[in-house]
């Protein structure tokens, strides 16, 4: 009998089986819930009125407001409003309020942890996967049945392994592996199963690196972006104060004779910066089949592209340079904590001195709300994950992806170009 993948030992666990197939439908129990305040309490309150229950279990569910902060009218008031009063109704301790986003918090404060089952009210919850955490997204509907029973039936999935060898070259970051994958794969190859990172070149990126393989993986149309835990991530978590068991390292990784749908091989070393074109991730290309586009807005924010690493990516294209007229940049860090060590450790001088703009941490531009939207006509170049049509604005915006090093570098320039020429 074959051995079992890391996404299987995950499920059969949850679910109480010694193992599962790829196929296999079955009921879960679920380790963690998270939701914001675009799809969280607003969207589920009334459900569990209608059925007259309540949450199973408060200690198990992490509430963040991330989406409509802070507030720039009335209706976004109202909504963090009633997320505020839903999460002192039904004892939510863990609630974070205009603390971050919420893919962020959740490693930064200790949540997760090796083969836990999680679930969360936002697309881009594979990012916990990035932990050893079976972690995916799902509609309000299901995540009001999350909250009254603590189970969810998931259809076991197939993994597809993807092996990245090599070590990335200055000037890049795992935002231009994943925009290469959806270039090259597509965004339906993977229909909703399971996509397993592996080899030298993730074990060698940092963890907020690795978030961004497992959160795009969404991108990539899968369910999780997994990656096995070693000594970094066990590391990483214990610092943030989670309990990680000794034996997660060995307990949670796919067994050497495990099956995989398919295999798929990335040679990091040789990857040139790559910048996606409107209105889709899979339009990506190498940085110089856009070179030259003018930028209006370069943008530094979401979950996927603002994360402390990221303002370094920044501000080491930025010292000693100036922003361009004509052009803005616009930072969200990802949590107030990294804004903090930002602060701390001369980031934000540096972003400020070069002329960019400060926002609060947050959702913000990346999903359409509050600050940084674009107007009718005006180009974007932005580290976020997506650049659907209308996403960040007007639908007769256009929206460019690249990594923070693109995106400084662009901003310096006023259009896009090389940011290795910016590093030599």
């Not at 309490?41 to 198990?60: C, F, N, Q, T, Y």
């Not at 586009?293 to 010292?319: F, N, P, W």
């Not at 693109?406 to 030599?424: C, H, K, M, T």
């Amino acid at each position: 009998m074959a051995g079992s993948t890391l996404a299987e030992k995950i499920i059969a666990r949850a679910s109480g089986r010694a193992r599962v197939a790829p196929g296999e439908i079955v009921t879960a129990r679920v380790d963690l819930a998270m939701m914001h305040d675009s799809g969280g309490p607003r969207r589920v309150k009334p459900m569990l009125e209608r059925l007259g229950v309540g949450v199973w279990d408060p200690a198990k569910v992490v509430l963040v407001s991330d989406h409509y902060v802070p507030a720039v009218d009335g209706e976004s008031a109202a909504i963090l409003d009633l997320t505020r009063k839903w999460a002192v109704a039904n004892g939510i301790a863990r609630f974070h309020d205009m603390q971050g986003i919420c893919h962020v918090i959740l490693p930064e404060r200790g949540y997760l942890a090796p083969g836990m089952f999680c679930v969360g009210g936002d697309s881009h919850s594979p990012t916990g996967g990035a932990f050893g955490a079976y972690m995916f997204g799902i509609g309000a509907t299901e995540m009001a049945g999350v909250l009254a029973t603590g189970e969810i039936w998931i259809r076991t999935p197939r993994t597809f392994r993807i092996r990245l060898a090599g070590r990335l070259a200055r000037g890049l970051s795992a935002k231009d592996v994943m925009l290469h994958l959806c270039r090259t794969l597509g965004l339906s190859t993977v229909r909703y199963d399971a996509i397993e990172y592996a080899g030298d070149g993730v074990a060698g990126l940092p963890m907020v690196e690795r978030m961004v393989l497992s959160n795009m993986s969404a991108e990539l149309g899968a369910q999780t972006g997994l990656i096995a835990p070693d000594a970094a991530t066990v590391a990483f978590l214990r610092a943030a104060g989670a309990g990680i068991a000794d034996d997660a390292i060995d307990r949670w990784r796919s067994d050497a004779d495990a099956t995989y749908a398919a295999d798929w091989d990335v040679d990091c070393g040789g990857l040139a910066p790559q910048i996606a074109a409107p209105h889709s991730p899979a339009n990506a290309d190498a940085v110089d089949a856009h070179r030259g586009t003018r930028v209006d807005q370069a943008y530094i924010g979401a979950c996927t592209g603002a994360k402390l690493s990221d303002l370094h990516m920044a501000a080491e294209i930025l010292k000693g340079r100036r922003v361009t007229a004509g052009t803005r940049l616009l930072v969200a860090p990802a949590s107030q904590r990294m804004t903090a060590a930002a602060a701390a450790d001369g980031t934000l001088a540096t972003l400020m001195d070069a002329g960019a703009i400060l926002l609060p941490s947050g959702c913000g531009a990346c999903a359409g709300y509050g600050a940084g939207v674009l107007a009718e006509g005006e180009t974007c170049l932005s580290s976020t994950a997506r650049n659907f049509k209308g996403r960040m604005g007007h639908p007769g915006s256009r929206v460019y992806l690249g990594s923070p090093y693109s995106v400084a570098a662009a901003a310096v320039a006023g259009e896009i170009v090389d940011p290795r020429e910016f590093l030599a």
